[in-house]
């Protein structure tokens, strides 16, 4: 059975950079839709990034295209979430999910993910 577990998060000035890993255990990764989320106290549950299993198809939300970048290790059976430029309000529990809904393109319906890690806390602040 899949299991995912984050790791990287911290506490990072305005500007920073974190790299956030999901690593998978119990079943490859290569087979999986992957998906990060974030949420922040008091507000949604908000989709961060995904990567489809099939080809390299992958899609950002709004807040964070062009600063945050997903990829794949297959040989290490994880999935990172490079994050750049941090602002105050990506502040958030980061998390990884799984899903085998999608192929060739992925989605941000959380409700689509059978499997999520326990999340990691991103904090950035002065």
């Known amino acids: 059975q899949l299991q995912l577990v984050e790791s990287g998060g911290g506490l990072v000035q305005p500007g920073g950079s974190l790299r956030l890993s999901c690593a998978a255990s119990?079943?490859?990764?290569?087979?999986?839709?992957i998906g990060w989320f974030r949420q922040a106290p008091g507000k949604e549950r908000e989709g961060v990034s995904c990567?489809?299993?099939?080809?390299?198809?992958?899609n950002y939300g709004n807040s964070v295209r062009g600063r945050f970048t997903i990829s794949r290790d297959n040989a290490k059976n994880t999935v990172y979430l490079q994050m750049e430029s941090l602002k105050p309000e990506d502040t958030a529990v980061y998390s990884c999910?799984?899903?085998?809904?999608?192929?060739?393109?992925?989605?941000?319906?959380?409700?689509?993910?059978?499997?999520w890690g326990q999340g990691t806390q991103v904090t950035v602040s002065t």
């Open positions: 999910a799984a899903t085998q809904v999608y192929y060739d393109r992925c989605y941000f319906v959380s409700g689509d993910y059978a499997t």
């Open positions: 119990g079943a490859t990764l290569d087979a999986y839709d």
């Open positions: 990567s489809a299993r099939k080809g390299d198809y992958t």
